[in-house]
């Protein structure tokens, strides 16, 4: 493999980036063979590694640089996310490695996930709980006026907590978020560096 089909295969690989992280990334590594000279093409490329793992290691900064620079959202923390993983997927690890990775993604994610639909069930079933006896106590209210007035009392109680509870449930997302990128990132480099040593 020569430099120019080096980098070709390098900018197919970080087809998914923004076009100027894109092409920033190959001005860099265009000067660093400048810098290496014609006659070290074949030690530069082997002291880089492949084309896969040099575009995981960039895609992965990206989605880690990225989140630093802007402010967190749900959206941008998936995207993080997605981006780490398609880094640590397309990184050309042996087996065992991979699978461990997949399995130790996949088990995390869901554990996460269930974590994350079981705290918008309850707080959504606490809105909907308060909203139904809101309701229960206007229909109540022509025959027993003080339980009707009891149930729009808690009705309302419940309700208003469902609400407070809102802003918070969405800020732990996005923290839980921010943690997944992070613990990915982390993964990654692990995983990288223990290639790197030999495995």
Known sequence: MDRASYLRKLRSKLSRLPAHELNAALVYYEEYFDEAGVENEQQVIAQ?????????????????KDLDATPASTKKNMTAIWLIILAILSAPLSIPLLAVAVALIISVGAVIFSFVVAIVATVLSIFLGGVVALIAGFF??????????????IGLIVTGLGVLLFPAVARLIKKIGLVCVEVLASLFRKITKKRKGGF
């Not at 880089?48 to 880690?64: E, H, Y």
């Not at 109540?140 to 009392?153: D, N, Q, R, Y």
């Open 140 to 153: 109540v209210l022509t025959e027993h006026w003080p339980t009707a007035l009891l149930f729009i009392g």
């Open 48 to 64: 880089l590694g492949s084309p896969s793992v040099v575009a995981s290691q960039i895609m992965a900064d990206f989605a880690i």
